[in-house]
């Protein structure tokens, strides 16, 4: 069973950077993986940010970048702002049809 | 502008059948180009992928998941299907259905139908 891992939880300071990451169980995260990465605030539904690692989705703001970091695919978020306190999950392909959510980080910016 | 709705009934029975509808505007579900997924979430907890339907019939399904359901597309109304099995209370979630970019993206979602299991 592959597991998807993410961190539980981070923060930030308003206007500061944070990188979230997106880690394998049974190794290393590559752009074969198509990882994205989706922002889900309290009571909604998700909301796709980035795809097939580094494309931004429509209408996403250029504070939202993605990137493979050595074995994990990456989410950094710069100038943070408060509405980007929310979940965020990421996604990779596993072969044969598969995909696997992460577990989602909660991010604050406090 | 690409729209998805889930309809599912609010409550459903342990170790009954539960049934769930994704109704597709501003796209054709036959769109060569696209998949179609469903994804749930149980109450505090993460996003789990159910499975992906493609307008042929073609299906791929969450190892974890796939002795207990079943997905399928209807062409004619632009519309496809979850059943899940012998639901118990662990398949209590909110279920959505999203565009699925194979392999790859998951946009736009529908905005997600909660579903509980009680009897």
């Known amino acids: 069973q592959t597991v998807v891992t993410q961190e539980p939880s981070l923060a930030v300071s308003p206007g500061g950077t944070v990188t979230l990451t997106c880690g394998l169980s049974?190794?290393?995260?590559?752009?074969?993986?198509?990882p994205s990465w989706y922002q889900q605030a309290p009571g909604q539904a998700p909301r796709a940010l980035m795809y097939?690692?580094?494309t931004r989705s429509s209408g996403v703001s250029d504070r939202f970048s993605g990137s493979i970091l050595g074995n994990e695919a990456a989410l950094t978020i710069t100038g943070a702002h408060p509405d980007d306190e929310s979940d965020y999950y990421c996604?990779?392909?596993?072969?044969?049809?598969?995909?696997?959510f992460g577990g989602g980080t909660k991010l604050t910016v406090l | 502008q690409v729209l998805l709705h889930e309809s599912a009934p609010g409550l459903v029975k342990p170790s009954e059948t539960l049934s769930l509808t994704c109704t597709v505007s501003?796209?054709?579900?036959?769109?060569?180009?696209?998949?179609w997924g469903w994804v749930r979430q149980s109450p505090g907890k993460g996003l789990e992928w159910i499975g992906t339907?493609?307008?042929?019939?073609?299906?791929y399904y969450n190892p974890s998941l796939k002795s207990q359901v079943t997905l399928s597309v209807d062409t004619s109304n632009n519309q496809f299907s979850l059943k899940v099995n012998s639901v118990t209370a662990a398949d209590t979630a909110v279920y959505y259905c999203?565009?699925?970019?194979?392999?790859?993206?998951?946009?736009?979602w529908g905005q997600g139908t909660l579903v509980i299991v009680s009897s």
């Open positions: 999203a565009r699925h970019h194979f392999h790859s993206l998951f946009d736009p």
């Open positions: 501003g796209a054709s579900i036959s769109n060569t180009n696209y998949y």
């Open positions: 339907v493609y307008y042929n019939g073609n299906t």
């Open positions: 049974s190794g290393s995260v590559s752009t074969s993986h198509y």
């Open positions: 097939n690692t580094n």
């Open positions: 996604v990779l392909y596993v072969g044969s049809g598969i995909s696997v």
